[in-house]
């Protein structure tokens, strides 16, 4: 495809469904590995939530919005995420999970995480530290997919 035909071409979450779904399968059943595993739904959220809004992800942020509206996430909390540090509503885990999100999607910025930088153990148990990063990584993949092919905002759900 040249670089006229790539801007020309239709990249919408639809196109990426139809064309590869084998892969749009394989990263909606790490979703669902994560959330059968009982990781905290509204705390994936908010932070797919987040890691979209550092990587610039319309679609990723909009979807994740409207799913945290279906579950019942308040405004006040869903528009405060951007700055989570100097908000009082957050959670002391919500904010280590927040703290682990930022680290990882960030790592391009320098190198792997240091072991002063340790995952957030003292608030997660081991399988719920998993849990997380898979979570994360899951996100930043979609981001990657969804922002960098520049999918449409989808449309807003009621909640």
């Known amino acids: 495809m040249s670089d006229v035909d790539l801007a020309e071409a239709d990249f919408s979450y639809d196109t990426f469904r139809r064309s590869v779904p084998a892969a749009q399968a394989a990263l909606l059943a790490l979703g669902k590995a994560v959330d059968e595993a009982g990781l ?5 959220e908010i932070v ?5 809004q550092i990587n610039g992800c319309a ?5 994740h919005l409207d799913t945290a509206r ?3 996430i308040a405004d006040p909390i869903l528009d405060a995420i ?4 100097d908000h ?7 904010r280590a999970a927040l703290a682990w999100a930022e680290q990882l999607t960030r790592m391009a910025d320098g190198a792997v995480p240091s072991r002063a930088a340790e995952p957030p153990r003292a608030l997660f148990s081991r399988d719920e530290t998993l849990l997380l990063t898979v979570a994360i990584a899951t996100i930043n993949a979609w981001n990657r ?4 092919l520049h999918f449409p905002p989808p449309a807003r ?3």
């Open 59 to 63: 679609f990723c942020v909009g979807f």
């Open 82 to 85: 951007a700055v989570w540090r």
């Open 70 to 72: 279906r579950l019942g």
């Open 157 to 159: 759900q009621a909640a």
């Open 145 to 148: 997919i969804a922002g960098g």
């Open 40 to 44: 905290d739904k509204h705390l994936s």
């Open 48 to 52: 797919k939530i987040r890691v979209s």
């Open 88 to 94: 009082p509503g957050f959670s002391a885990r919500e």
